[in-house]
Every structure is written in C-alpha cells, then in structure tokens.
C-alpha cells in the first residue's frame, strides 16, 4: 500500500483507482495533476454525512481547487460554494452551482464583484469591515437589493498552524475584532440595503487538531446568545473551514469527529450550520505526476531534476509543505538519499527534500496530497505552461483540462507599435 488509500500499488505500480499512473502520463504527458472522483466523492459525504440530521450547508472553498469539473462533482453532491472573487463565482455558475448555496468570503471585494454577487443571487456575503458594510449597502442600494450578510468576526484563537496561513488571531487582516463585533452587528441596522443573516468565522488553515475549532465555536456561540438576547435574528452559523489533511506523520481528526465536535457544542440551537473546508474535501484525491529529467550527483548531494517545479506547485517554496513522493513503479533497490527539484531557475525550487529513492533517469514520481492549492496557485514562472489536469473515475480517464499551449499563454500580450 502507498498510505493513500486512493492511491494503491498493484503488482509494484502506483494506480489511481483502477488506472497505472504510467498509462496516464504515456496519455496525457507530464507535468500532470490526477484526481480520483471516487475519493472527492467519499470525502464530501463524510463532511456532509456527519451533520446527521441538522440544517446545514457544506461549502466548498473553491480557492483549493477550482477546476470546473471538481466544482461539477461537488455541485452534484448538492455542495455549496465559499468563494473568494468574482472568478470563482463565474466558476461555480459555468460548473453549474446553485448561487443560493454560495457564500462570499475574503478582505477585498471590489464592487463589481458585489455587483455579480448580487445579480447571481447568493446565499450571503461574509463581510471582514464596516467599510467593506457600507459599500455592500451602497451596491445593494444602486441595484434596488437587500444582501444578505454575515459579519466575519475574528475570534481571536491560535489555530497552531503555519503563520502564513493562520487567520484567526487579532494580529491578522481577516474578520471584525472579536470585541467590536456586537457594535457592528448592532449599527449595522441602519443600513437600508444590508440583512443580517448570519455570523461568521474562520481561524485559518490545516488544523491539526480540534481544539482550536471548538474554543473559536464556543466564543462564537457566545456572541450569537448575545446578539439573540438584542433582539436580532441570527439564522445560520458558519465555522469556515481549516481541518487539515495527512501530508506525512500528522494526525488530524476525521472530517466526522470535527463535525460531531462541533454540534455538539452548537446543541440545541435551530441556526443552520455551514461549514467551508477545502483542503480536507481534495486533498488527499489528488497528486501531481512528475518525470525525472535528469539525476545529477555532485561531492555534496544527489539531485533528482523533474519536469515538475514551483510554478506547478508551489506549496514546497512557500509553506517549506512536505508532499510524500513516491515512485510510480515501486522498485526498492539502490536507494539514494535525493533532492527532489524543479527546473525553474531558484534554489526555492524543490518540491521535498532527502528522499530515499530509488531512481533513474525517465522514471515517473508522484507528488502525493497535491489536489489542493496545487493546481490552484500555479503560475507561468519562467514561462512555463500549466500542466494539464485529469480525473480518474474507476477505469476511465478525463482530461479535465488540457496542457496549457504555447499560444494560450502568449495570447492576451503585446508588443510596442
Ligand atoms: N474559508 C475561508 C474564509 C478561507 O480563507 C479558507 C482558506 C477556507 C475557508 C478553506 O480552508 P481549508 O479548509 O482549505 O483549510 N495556500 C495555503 C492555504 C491557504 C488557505 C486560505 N484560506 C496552503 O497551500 O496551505
């Protein structure tokens, strides 16, 4: 076994549920980012199989993976959708989501987006400052509408994750200071244009652990008894998302004890609950294929060069992520201690560091955990076109997006008259 149970070795080769890795990248060619449908699927419903029989809305963080056939899965599943611009709500509507099952998280919402947001009719806006208020009031108002809105409040809890992605500490840009919030909520009355619908919150990314979800819920059930006890109507609840995922040794809880921790919590309390994980819904379904270029040996270190790099996951560069690789044919003989890099032109470039493989040159890796915020933050760095994606459903293969072309990537620039 690989240690991914969607990614098992048959007869010493990496497969995809019924499908070899080799046969993909023979097809499609490498880089290349593989998903399996059957793990998106399982990982949905245990989010949203958990809640058992309360009100509740799993939305799906677009930004970990927003291609438009996973969006299309999840849509059919009956998801809903957090976003974070006005493209990834022009995504979730070209997938087929239902803008009622959509929240629109993020710091910076530029009116035009608000004005999509609105048209679209979603399901609420989770708004991060009272100015960010009174543009959405002026919006609505310009529009003849009345949004719905939640405040994003800042509960002020160490998620003890990375610091880059932590979110919900007082020192960080997102949410209204915990304290500030029941003002906020109260002033927002005046706004003609604004319903208060809901209360929001999101403490940041791959936890590990539950304790810091359930102190940030208990403070916002706090804040909900005191805004209900004002007399205003709170009608859902949404605890945003960050449950991590198993890069390597971690341990995070399963999607179903974090959901069963939390209502437990929640008791009795009629809210609608919604939740917005991302990396724990495609995670763990998806890995970037890779070929190895060449292997250069030096005094100091053995190199192994794939055709994958930074651009194409850029997680190793930025986070120092540790993504498990393993070969696509095991063959455990000879193993060296190797640096796993990229062609692009910095020493950042790596995507692990001393693995013990066994490798020659031609051989293909697998960058394991690689189906969130792979795909999705990749760039053209050194102008280098995007990999393609596929989606693996039992025995059949889909190319759900094509290798970017030379042509594509050139397309929008111009040079002086
Ligand atoms: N809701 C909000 C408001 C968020 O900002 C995020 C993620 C999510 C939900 C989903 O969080 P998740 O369930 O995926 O942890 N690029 C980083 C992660 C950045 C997360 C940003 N916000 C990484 O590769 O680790």
Redesign the pocket.
């Known amino acids: 076994m690989s240690g991914f149970p969607s990614f098992p070795y048959r007869n010493t080769k990496l497969c995809v549920e019924s499908v070899a890795l080799d046969r993909i990248a023979a097809e499609f060619g490498t880089p290349c980012y593989v998903y399996s449908r059957a793990a998106l699927t399982a990982a949905y419903r245990e989010f949203d199989s958990a809640f058992a029989g309360r009100d509740h809305l799993v939305c799906y963080?677009v930004?970990?993976n927003s291609n438009l056939a996973v969006l299309n899965l999840f849509a059919r599943l009956g998801s809903g959708f957090?976003i974070?611009s006005g493209g990834e709500l022009q995504r979730v509507l070209n997938a087929g989501g239902d803008p009622q099952k959509v929240v629109f998280?993020g710091v910076g919402k530029r009116p035009d987006e608000m004005r999509a947001a609105l048209a679209a009719g979603i399901f609420c806006f989770?708004v991060e400052s009272e100015a960010e208020l009174a543009t959405l009031n002026r919006i609505a108002a310009e529009m003849g509408k009345i949004a719905p809105v939640s405040l994003r409040v800042n509960p002020d809890v160490d998620a003890k994750t990375?610091p880059y992605?932590s979110?919900g500490l007082k020192e960080n840009k997102f949410g209204i200071p915990f304290d500030e919030a029941e003002k906020l909520y109260l002033s927002a009355r005046q706004f003609a244009h604004v319903h208060i619908t809901g209360l929001d919150c999101?403490i940041g990314?791959?936890l590990t652990e539950l304790d810091p979800f359930v102190e940030a819920c208990g403070k916002m059930l706090g804040l909900l008894d005191r805004l209900e006890a004002q007399g205003l109507q709170i009608e859902h609840l949404d605890l945003?998302?960050?449950?991590g995922i198993r890069y390597s040794a971690e341990k995070p809880p399963a999607a179903r004890d974090y959901v069963a921790a939390l209502c437990a919590d929640i008791g009795q309390r009629s809210q609608r609950i919604l939740i917005?994980?991302?990396?724990?819904l495609v995670g763990n379904a998806g890995l970037l294929l890779t070929r190895v270029e060449y292997l250069k040996h030096t005094p100091h270190r053995d190199f192994a060069i794939v055709d994958a790099a930074m651009n194409d996951l850029i997680?190793p560069a930025l986070?120092d992520?540790h993504h498990e690789i393993l070969p696509v044919t095991a063959n455990g003989s000879n193993a060296k201690t190797y640096q796993i890099v990229g062609p692009v032109c910095e020493t950042g470039d790596f995507l692990g560091h001393d693995r013990k493989l066994a490798l020659s040159q031609g051989d293909l890796l697998a960058v394991m955990s690689a189906g969130?915020?792979g795909m999705s933050?990749s760039s053209n760095y050194n102008t280098r076109p995007r990999a393609a994606e596929v989606m693996v459903d039992g025995d059949r293969i889909h190319l759900i997006r094509e290798r970017e072309s030379m042509e594509q990537l050139l397309a929008g620039e111009k040079i002086l008259p």
């Open positions: 963080a930004k970990a957090d974070v998280s989770n990375h992605i979110t999101h990314s791959q945003g998302g960050g449950l917005e994980p991302g990396r724990a997680r986070y992520a969130a915020y933050m």
